[in-house]
């Protein structure tokens, strides 16, 4: 926690494994986590549903999400499934998705809207974004999509736009190199 406070971190995060092997030592880790957290006055976030194994449906996602704010989480990032909105309802804290394995980025897109729609605070999409064809307007599109309520497909066009005007630029830019 002294190196969180060094760097001057705004949140902690700490997975939990839910149903896993491995469950009651994450769960006691995280609960050391939040009591250190708490006394420095940072808010830790619950990864749940760590572990390729699990089944990943609203009942366990809203499981694990409960016991997590039940622990003291002050915000819960957990995956995207059918029934999102039953993982809302369920925890009393907020929550955000992850973004999962990469998806081409209408889908990507698509998830993030539905989430949000169904109650998310927010996305945490990761490798969605940073391999993305063009990172610089993916995280424009899902920042559209979070904070403006876009819908996915005009998000997709938003990334598609923003990806040609980065195109043009960098073919402009070896262009004037060649002539010199």
Known sequence: MEEAIRLNVSGV???I???AEFERDTLLGFTQILDEAERYGIPALAVTAVGKNLVRDAKYLSLASRIAAE????IVKTYYCEEFEKVIETCPVPVVIAGGKKLPEEEALTMAYQAIQSGAAGVD???NIFQSENPVAMIQAVRAVVHQ???PNEAYQLFESISRKHL???RAA???GRRT
């Open 168 to 170: 043009d630029k960098t």
């Open 174 to 176: 070896e262009n004037s």
């Open 71 to 74: 622990l003291g989480a002050r």
């Open 125 to 127: 999409m990761g490798r």
């Open 13 to 15: 995060a700490f997975s």
């Open 149 to 151: 309520n876009i819908k």
């Open 17 to 19: 494994m839910v149903g």
